[in-house]
C-alpha cells in the first residue's frame, strides 16, 4: 500500500438514502481528514481525527454527517438522508502529524457522489 | 478568517511556453503552503510544500516561491508540455489548526 485508498470511487443514490464512504490512509500516518469538493470549487474542510479521535469538525458538517475511526486505522463517512446539494467529490487525505517535520497532507483519489 | 485566491481561473498557452501561477492568501500567519494538481475526476497529488520558513521548493521543472509578508505565492512551471495539462490548486496551513484553506484553483491547458 503505497498510498490513500477510498471506497467506492462513484456512488450513485436517490434522495433521502443514506451512503457510507470508507478511507484507508497510508498506514503510518495518525492524521486523516475529509474533505468535499463540488464542481469547479477547491476542496472544503469537513473533519479531521488524530488516531481515532476526532477533533476538530467543520459547520458544514451538519448533525446529517457522521464520521468515525473506531481503531486509528480506517475511517468512514456516512451521510444520512441525502439530499441533492450533497452531490459532490468526498475526499480523505492522511499526513505523519507530529513525526513529521511537515506534516504534509496525501489525498486519495476521491469518491464520487451523485444524489438522484 | 483565511481566504486563498488564485489568477486566473483558467490559462491555455502553447508547449515549450514557461508559465507562472499566482496564489494568494489573506492571512500571513501561515504554517505552510501546498501545491497541488488534479486531473480532472481524480483526487489531488501534491507537488510542493513550501514551510513559512522557507522561500522556494523546486521538483524539475516546478518551482514554488513564497512571500509571506505580501501573502502571495507562485508556481512556475518551465518548458511546459500538454501531459501539465490539470487544475492547479494551492492550499495554506493556518497557525494552529490542522486543515487546509484552498484557492479555487486554476485550469491550465497546454496545447501541442
Known amino acids: 500500500d503505497t498510498g490513500v485508498s477510498q471506497d467506492p470511487r462513484h456512488k450513485i443514490t436517490k434522495r433521502g438514502q443514506n451512503v457510507t464512504f470508507r478511507c484507508d490512509p497510508i498506514s503510518e500516518h495518525n492524521r486523516l481528514y475529509w474533505y468535499r469538493q463540488t464542481l469547479g470549487q477547491g476542496p472544503e474542510f469537513l473533519t479531521y481525527f488524530q488516531n481515532e479521535a476526532q477533533l476538530e469538525k467543520s459547520r458544514l458538517l451538519s448533525d446529517r454527517f457522521s464520521a468515525e475511526r473506531p481503531k486509528g486505522s480506517f475511517s468512514t463517512l456516512e451521510i444520512q438522508r441525502t439530499e441533492q446539494g450533497d452531490s459532490a467529490m468526498y475526499l480523505c487525505?492522511?499526513?505523519?502529524?507530529?513525526?513529521?517535520?511537515?506534516?504534509?497532507?496525501?489525498f486519495g483519489p476521491g469518491t464520487r457522489l451523485t444524489v438522484l | 478568517k483565511q481566504e486563498v485566491t488564485q489568477i486566473p481561473a483558467a490559462l491555455s498557452v502553447p508547449e515549450g511556453e514557461n508559465l507562472v501561477l499566482n496564489c494568494s492568501f489573506t492571512d500571513s500567519a501561515i504554517y505552510n503552503l501546498q501545491w497541488f494538481r488534479q486531473d480532472p475526476g481524480k483526487g489531488l497529488t501534491s507537488l510542493l510544500l513550501i514551510q513559512s520558513s522557507q522561500r522556494e521548493q523546486t521538483s524539475g521543472r516546478l518551482n514554488a516561491s513564497l512571500d509571506k509578508s505580501s501573502g502571495r505565492s507562485t508556481l512556475y512551471i518551465a518548458a511546459s508540455q500538454p501531459g501539465d495539462s490539470a487544475t492547479y490548486l494551492c492550499a495554506v496551513k493556518i497557525q494552529g489548526a490542522q486543515k487546509l484553506v484552498f484557492g479555487q484553483g486554476t485550469r491550465l491547458t497546454i496545447n501541442p
Open positions: 487525505a492522511s499526513s505523519l502529524g507530529l513525526a513529521s517535520a511537515y506534516n504534509e497532507q496525501f
